[in-house]
């Protein structure tokens, strides 16, 4: 079946065995009258993208799915999933099915996974159930961010896919380039749910040089960790006042206790700001002084 699937991805490019040929056919009507009968009269079917036939649980899916124009019915929000990004990913063999999990062809209504509002949570999870290489899944379930999203914590925590994102992921080892690129990426991969920090991270030579795109400036996964993040007072977490002089020698040679004590000016702002009554006191103020005093005064200037 899988060596099948591959084959014909290739439909298009060479050309294959008539029996091949008319296989693909076959099984691309079989797909077509399956789609049909789950889900009753069906407009995309009028107008067919061009798909691929062959890995059970994609082509049938990408025949509605590869549509630009399809969307929630009650939502209007897209759910076009471009074949382009899951051919270039590293799950270009995967069947949808095994991250939508909760697809379920015995739905009525055209909404076919268990409950539509969660199916973004349950594939953004549903990794574990492929990647617990070197103890990957274990690691994970302890680190602050696992053990909020495996419980259902309405925290939220971070899930695989929210760091990973869904149908473009690429394999850090064979695309160097993909590895360069997400390195770059500290924004959108942490700073969507710590802008604070993300922010505050702008010291001279690391903050800044990595926003100002330095490819030797540490991401936020090079100190604090990828899939065992833990809070700062944590002994097991890189930040902490023990683990702090490997995770700093990771890149300095000589990570001394002096070099080491530079670790607070790394947020340095943040903290500042925090911890600093008086900072604290001038940002109420001006923030009552910018929506009070200001805006009288620019309403009265306009009188
Ligand atoms: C016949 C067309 C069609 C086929 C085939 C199809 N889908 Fe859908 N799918 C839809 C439509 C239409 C919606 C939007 C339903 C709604 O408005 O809630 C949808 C919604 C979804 C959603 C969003 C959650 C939800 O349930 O609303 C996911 C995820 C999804 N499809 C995945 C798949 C997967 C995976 C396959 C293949 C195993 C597949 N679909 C096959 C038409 C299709
Ligand atoms: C590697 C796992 C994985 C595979 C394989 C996968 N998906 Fe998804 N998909 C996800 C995740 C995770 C999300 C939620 C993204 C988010 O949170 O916005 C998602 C979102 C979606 C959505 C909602 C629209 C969107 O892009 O956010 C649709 C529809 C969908 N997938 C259909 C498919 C179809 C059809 C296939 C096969 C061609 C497929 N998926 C393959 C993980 C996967
Ligand atoms: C808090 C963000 C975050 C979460 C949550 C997360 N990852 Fe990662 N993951 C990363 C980062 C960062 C890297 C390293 C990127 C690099 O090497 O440049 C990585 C690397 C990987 C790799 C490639 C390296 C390896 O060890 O094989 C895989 C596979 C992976 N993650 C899968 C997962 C899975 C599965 C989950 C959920 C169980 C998950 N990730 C959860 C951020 C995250
Ligand atoms: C059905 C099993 C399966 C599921 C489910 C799955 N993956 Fe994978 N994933 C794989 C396989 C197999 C590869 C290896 C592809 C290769 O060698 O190029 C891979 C590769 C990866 C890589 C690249 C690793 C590297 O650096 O080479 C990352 C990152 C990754 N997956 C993350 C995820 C995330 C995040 C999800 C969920 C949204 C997920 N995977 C769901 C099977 C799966
Ligand atoms: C989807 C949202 C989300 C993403 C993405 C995310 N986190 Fe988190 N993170 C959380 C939540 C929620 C907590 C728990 C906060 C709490 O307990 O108040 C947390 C906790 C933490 C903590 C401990 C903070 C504390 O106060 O104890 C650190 C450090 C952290 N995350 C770093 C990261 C890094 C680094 C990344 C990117 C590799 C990342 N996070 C990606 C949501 C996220
Ligand atoms: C060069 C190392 C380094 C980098 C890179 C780095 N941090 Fe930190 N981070 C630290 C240290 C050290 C602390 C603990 C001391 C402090 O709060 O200043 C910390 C604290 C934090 C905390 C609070 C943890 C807690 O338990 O209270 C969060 C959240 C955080 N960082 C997120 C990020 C994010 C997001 C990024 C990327 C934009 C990032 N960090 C980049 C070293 C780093
Ligand atoms: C991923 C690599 C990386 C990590 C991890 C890292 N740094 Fe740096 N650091 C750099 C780079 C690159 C420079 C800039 C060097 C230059 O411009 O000469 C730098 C410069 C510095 C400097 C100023 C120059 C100097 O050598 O005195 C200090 C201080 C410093 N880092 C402290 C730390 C501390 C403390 C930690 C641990 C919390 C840390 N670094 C972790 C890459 C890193």
């Not at 084959?7 to 296989?23: D, E, G, V, Y």
């Not at 797909?31 to 995309?44: D, K, V």
């Not at 749910?193 to 996964?221: F, I, L, Q, T």
């Amino acid at each position: 079946m899988r060596s099948m699937g591959t084959k014909s991805l290739q439909h298009h490019k060479s050309p294959q065995p008539k029996r091949i040929r008319s296989m693909v056919r076959t099984s691309l009507i079989v797909a077509i009258a399956i789609s049909i009968l789950a889900f009753g009269t069906y407009a995309y079917a009028e107008d067919l993208p061009s798909f691929t036939v062959g890995i059970p649980g994609r082509s049938g899916c990408l025949v509605c799915h590869g549509d630009p124009k399809i969307q929630q019915n009650k939502t209007k929000v897209s759910l076009y999933v471009s074949q382009e990004d899951i051919l270039q990913s590293a799950h270009k063999d995967v069947a949808c099915t095994k991250c939508h999990v909760d697809f379920s062809q015995a739905s009525t209504s055209q909404a076919h996974t268990a409950v539509a509002g969660d199916f973004k949570k349950t594939a953004s999870l549903a990794c574990k159930n492929c990647h617990q290489h070197s103890g990957m899944l274990k690691v994970y379930s302890k680190s602050i961010h696992g053990r909020l999203s495996l419980s259902g914590d309405p925290k939220g925590g971070a899930s695989c896919g929210d760091c990973h994102g869904s149908h473009n992921i690429k394999s850090f080892k064979k695309d160097k380039a993909y590895k360069a690129e997400f390195h770059l990426k500290g924004k959108e991969v942490c700073g969507k749910c710590h802008m604070k920090y993300y922010e505050s991270y702008d010291d001279y030579y690391h903050g800044r040089a990595y926003k100002a795109n330095a490819v030797d400036a540490p991401a936020c996964w090079d100190c604090h960790g990828a899939h065992d993040v833990a809070s700062a007072g944590n002994a097991v977490s890189m930040v902490s006042k023990e683990r702090l002089p490997k995770t700093c020698a990771k890149c300095h040679v000589d990570a001394s206790k002096g070099l080491v004590s530079f670790a607070p000016m790394i947020h340095g702002r943040a903290q500042a700001q925090d911890k600093n009554a008086l900072i604290k006191m001038k940002n109420k103020v001006m923030a009552w002084f910018n929506s009070n005093v200001v805006k009288n005064v620019t309403a009265w200037a306009g009188r």
